[in-house]
């Protein structure tokens, strides 16, 4: 079997988590390279993993004929610049999601993808989530019948991530809840309901809790403490409805609130019944039989999705068959986020 040697740009939270264990759990895959800009990490990679040779530039990658594929791992705002070098040097991408800050930074990338013609998959990767995939079966089977409203809650107590640093800061992450967890549910509800095309959109957002950042209580602090004297220009909560030409869509997010309660679940609403996705779990089905009304919990086995998400990532390469994930799908999602926080910053419904 001949091997498609991968190079892992940025070697933090989702590079160790996922792609790198998913890559060597893969015997397609070779890492060749680890390259971070804090060189400590890449060094820390090639003596965790026992393989591969730390880099800084990951210039050094993409120039290496031998380089088929590329995760990049790094914060929003290098996503479209290493993604477009990559493509423009013959690689295939994964590029962890958002697929970047901005609906413009976006389409540069699906512009560079048509324009050398090789692979770019973005981390979407509840799209590769046995869960969500059964959901979207029992959709498109009419199960539900015609969904006419999906709900979602990506809501938690207490815990924005870094406070101050380059989650919270807009010219690095592009946007806060939002794009941070939101890209998630709501790729997850375009995918289910068959990628219906957004018509207008509605929405709010709010900065209130963590302003004072010497000063914020927190629950937990993901993604490192509190930076004092950092930025905070991003939302921590938002709340929209987006009109498409398929379900309306409804959702409120928020990493802080001051409700005691973790709420991440999808809501799909039909005229036959209707389905409770658990973020990352099971669903739940509810409908009406004979007079009687029914409440179904599924449970099943789940591989891990970003295993499933790599898996494919390398087949592709070689089949050249067009994933779920690819740029010309995620971008309506691109485009969809763009128009929420357009509406929220002018206080008014966007068209599409």
Not at 308 to 325: M, Q, R
């Amino acid at each position: 079997m001949r091997k498609i040697k991968v190079a892992v740009i940025g070697c933090g939270t989702i590079a160790n988590n996922s792609h790198i264990p998913s890559y060597l759990a893969n015997e397609k895959a070779e890492i060749k390279y680890f390259c971070d800009i804090i060189p400590e990490r890449a060094q820390n990679a090639v003596e965790k993993y026992g393989c591969g040779q730390a880099i800084e530039d990951y210039m050094i990658a993409l120039n290496d004929p031998e380089i088929e594929a590329i995760s990049v791992c790094t914060p929003n705002n290098c996503h479209s610049t290493i993604t477009i070098d990559a493509l423009e040097r013959g690689k295939n991408v994964l590029c962890e999601k958002p697929a970047a800050r901005t609906y413009e930074e976006a389409l540069s990338m699906q512009e560079a993808q048509k324009k050398y013609g090789k692979v770019l998959n973005i981390g979407v990767v509840n799209r590769f989530n046995n869960a969500v995939n059964k959901i979207k079966a029992m959709i498109e089977q009419g199960e539900l019948g015609e969904i006419f409203h999906v709900y979602a809650s990506f809501r938690s107590h207490r815990s924005i991530p870094g406070l101050g640093g380059d989650f919270t800061t807009k010219a690095v992450a592009g946007g806060g809840v939002l794009i941070d967890w939101g890209v998630h549910f709501l790729d997850i509800i375009m995918y289910c309901c068959g990628d219906p095309q957004p018509v207008s959109v509605s929405s709010e957002q709010f900065s209130k809790l963590g302003n004072d950042i010497d000063n914020y209580t927190y629950v937990s602090m993901w993604a490192g403490p509190h930076k004092p004297g950092g930025t905070y220009d991003v939302e921590e909560s938002i709340v929209g409805v987006v009109r498409t030409e398929g379900p309306v869509v409804s959702f409120q997010g928020a990493w802080a609130q001051n409700i005691g309660v973790n709420e991440m679940y999808i809501d799909f609403m039909g005229d036959k019944g209707g389905i409770r996705l658990q973020y990352g779990k099971d669903f739940v089905k509810f409908g009406a039989i004979d007079g009687m009304l029914t409440e179904t919990k599924y449970n099943f086995s789940s591989r891990n999705m970003f295993q499933n998400e790599i898996d494919a990532f390398l087949d592709c390469i070689d089949s050249g068959e067009k994933l779920p994930s690819n740029i010309d799908t995620v971008i309506v999602t691109a485009k969809l986020m763009d128009a929420i926080y357009r509406s929220a910053e002018e206080h008014k419904e966007i068209t599409l």
